[in-house]
Every structure is written in structure tokens, then in C-alpha cells.
């Protein structure tokens, strides 16, 4: 294999991920820019990078947002249009489905709080 010879400068950090990477991953520094580059190809191709990705799930979130207002207005019409028996069992539902969503809030901030431990 012919070589040529790299005329920019790499930075000292850049020299210095370069050097972990080839001990990490036990190849030459050639094969990790080339996958560094054949990875950023990818990411152009895909069209899926991290802003998009990140813009994708903010339009997710909105449109959940959406339902639970949706949700929430739908609740309050049909409570005030019912009578008194059928407004206690929608408080009673209410508040079983307040305490499920709190407990399940929990538990996913546990599950986060697990995660962040992890890494």
C-alpha cells in the first residue's frame, strides 16, 4: 500500500482520540478515519442525524401534548354535563388515573436516575 504523505496539522486532542481509539479497538489509525469518514457518510445518506433525530421527537412530544390538552377538555365537557352519581365516579376515576400516571412518572425517573448511574 502506497502512502501519502497528511499536510494539515491535527490537533493534540484530536492525535490524542485517534491513539485510544487504535489501542481501543486494536487496528491502525487508517482503518479508524476511514470509519470515522465511512460513518459520517452514513449519517449524511440516512438523512438521520442527531438534529433531526431531536427535531423528530420534539413533533412527537407536541402532538402528545396535543392529545393529553385534547384529552383533558374532552374530560371537563363530559363532567359537566354529568349528573351527580356519574361526576363522583369521574372524580374516582380521576383520581386512580392521577395515581397511576404517578407511579408510573416514578418509576420512569428511577429507571432514568439507573440509567445515568450506568453510564
Given at each position: 500500500?502506497?502512502?501519502?504523505?497528511?499536510?494539515?496539522?491535527?490537533?493534540?486532542?484530536?492525535?490524542?482520540?485517534?491513539?485510544?481509539?487504535?489501542?481501543?479497538?486494536?487496528?491502525?489509525?487508517?482503518d479508524v478515519?476511514?470509519s470515522a469518514?465511512?460513518?459520517?457518510?452514513?449519517?449524511?445518506?440516512?438523512?438521520?442525524?442527531?438534529?433531526?433525530?431531536?427535531?423528530?421527537?420534539?413533533?412527537?412530544?407536541?402532538?402528545?401534548?396535543?392529545?393529553?390538552?385534547?384529552?383533558?377538555?374532552?374530560?371537563?365537557?363530559?363532567?359537566?354535563?354529568a349528573s351527580?352519581?356519574?361526576?363522583?365516579?369521574?372524580?374516582?376515576?380521576?383520581?386512580?388515573?392521577?395515581?397511576?400516571?404517578?407511579?408510573?412518572?416514578?418509576?420512569?425517573?428511577?429507571?432514568?436516575?439507573?440509567?445515568?448511574?450506568?453510564?
Amino acid at each position: 500500500m502506497s502512502t501519502i504523505p497528511f499536510s494539515a496539522r491535527l490537533k493534540p486532542e484530536v492525535i490524542s482520540r485517534l491513539r485510544v481509539l487504535t489501542k481501543a479497538k486494536k487496528v491502525c489509525v487508517n482503518d479508524v478515519i476511514s470509519s470515522a469518514l465511512d460513518a459520517l457518510d452514513r449519517e449524511k445518506k440516512s438523512g438521520n442525524s442527531v438534529p433531526d433525530r431531536v427535531a423528530f421527537l420534539e413533533n412527537c412530544l407536541a402532538g402528545i401534548q396535543d392529545l393529553v390538552i385534547l384529552f383533558s377538555e374532552k374530560l371537563e365537557e363530559k363532567f359537566s354535563e354529568a349528573s351527580t352519581v356519574e361526576r363522583e365516579r369521574m372524580k374516582s376515576l380521576y383520581k386512580l388515573l392521577d395515581i397511576k400516571i404517578s407511579e408510573h412518572d416514578e418509576a420512569e425517573e428511577l429507571r432514568f436516575a439507573n440509567l445515568n448511574k450506568a453510564f
